[in-house]
């Protein structure tokens, strides 16, 4: 795998985004109604596909990262959920869903426009006649993608004994549309002193809302909803996130 350095330590991903679910009040909404299996599309570690299973429904998980699948079984704690590895730009499932959904801003991890169909087209395959497609990425906004090529401070939490500061670098590269993110953990003791520091490498394709609405019907969606948050918030300009609803037409 490329792009997955973020990814290569299951349990401290968990620790950073383990009991962050936002998504779950309007995905329950959406799926309330709907008979079957419901489909995650890069279901990581299970945390939002979890929640939603123990809630009575059926869910798939998807996901390309074997140790984040691994680590996704083990949180289950022996619920009734398929873990599947597949590049879900290819994938090949033996059910068809009412409803498939991408949490965590996984779309910006399709970095080409290849990837990006292959995404889609595999969405649309495995949806039933008028499904619906739920999924987020971040707002290609000035303040979000023109930040400073230097080191940005954005967050501490405790690690067990340890304090951890989180900064991180940015570089945005404009003719292909995708922010290279350095992300800078430093482990700190009692007594505030640096014992450890581990560097991680990401990077995320943008996508522009009218370019967004183009790809979306060139595979056969019809946007129904945007929203800047899970809370069903209209889209503005000043939103740092957009949630598609989508219903499959074709």
């Known amino acids: 795998m490329t792009n997955a350095e973020e990814y290569d330590d299951p349990e401290l991903y968990d620790k950073e985004n383990g009991h962050y679910i936002p998504e779950l009040t309007l995905l329950r909404k959406w799926a309330a109604d709907r008979q079957g299996t419901i489909i995650d599309i890069a279901c990581g570690t299970g945390r939002v596909t979890i929640p939603l299973a123990e809630t009575g429904l059926q869910v798939l998980g998807v996901d390309v990262h074997k140790g984040m699948l691994n680590q996704a079984e083990s949180n289950a704690a022996g619920l009734d959920i398929d873990w599947i590895q597949q590049d879900c730009t290819r994938l090949d499932l033996s059910v068809k869903s009412p409803l498939i959904y991408s949490a965590g801003n996984s779309f910006q991890h399709f970095l080409t426009n290849e990837d990006q169909d292959g995404l889609l087209s595999s969405v649309n395959r495995y949806l039933e006649k008028e499904g619906i497609f739920i999924f987020n990425t971040r707002f290609p906004n000035a303040e979000e993608l023109l930040q400073p090529e230097t080191e ?9 004994e340890y304090k951890v500061d989180v900064s991180t670098i940015s570089r945005y590269d404009a003719l292909q549309q995708i922010q290279h993110y350095t992300t800078i953990r430093r482990y700190k003791n009692s007594n505030d002193e ?18 967004m609405e183009r790809l979306l019907g060139a595979h056969g969606f019809e946007i129904t909803h945007i929203y800047q948050d899970w809370k069903e918030t209209p889209v503005t300009n000043e939103s740092y996130e957009m949630i598609y609803v989508c219903k499959k037409t074709k």
Request: charged share 40%.
């Open 152 to 160: 940005e401070y954005w967050r501490t939490y405790k690690d067990g």
């Open 194 to 211: 640096a014992v450890d520091e581990k560097r991680t490498n990401i990077s995320l394709r943008y996508v522009y809302p009218k370019e």
